[in-house]
Nanobody, 124 residues
Framework: QVKFVESGGALVQTGGSLRLSCVASGLKFSDYSMRWYHQAPGLDREQVASIGSGGGYAQYADSVKGRFTISRDNTKNTLYLQMDNVKPEDTGVYYC?????????????????WGLGTQVTVSS
């Protein structure tokens, strides 16, 4: 049974830094590309960063490019998101997931499992 446990969220001031972690279990972590998602209050989840199974091919949403860094340690089954120069709009819950775990419903890939996420609050 796949499980993701996100942690590291906190209350931080604008311009500060945080490091989020996601520990995975129930899958061969090194076989899966991974993504971080952000859900702002009242809005849908959106992808903010992705990384290949081996740690390469990092990609970022325009809103976080140059401020966030995604990385992983396959020996620890752990995904990271280094958040620097945070802004109030970064506030929300952050989740990790593996896109290969999605199922297709009506032609649309969907996740059927999400961890509890970790709350980030950026004060202005």
């Amino acid at each position: 049974q796949v499980k993701f446990v996100e942690s590291g969220g906190a209350l931080v001031q604008t311009g500060g830094s945080l490091r989020l972690s996601c520990v995975a279990s129930g899958l061969k972590f090194s076989d899966y590309s991974m993504r971080w998602y952000h859900q702002a209050p009242g809005l849908d989840r959106e992808q903010v960063a992705s990384i290949g199974s081996g740690g390469g091919y990092a990609q970022y949403a325009d809103s976080v490019k140059g401020r966030f860094t995604i990385s992983r340690d396959n020996t620890k089954n752990t995904l990271y998101l280094q958040m620097d120069n945070v802004k109030p709009e970064d506030t929300g819950v952050y989740y990790c997931n593996a896109p290969l775990l999605r199922t297709v419903r009506n032609g649309i890939p969907e996740y059927t499992y999400w961890g509890l996420g970790t709350q980030v609050t950026v004060s202005s």
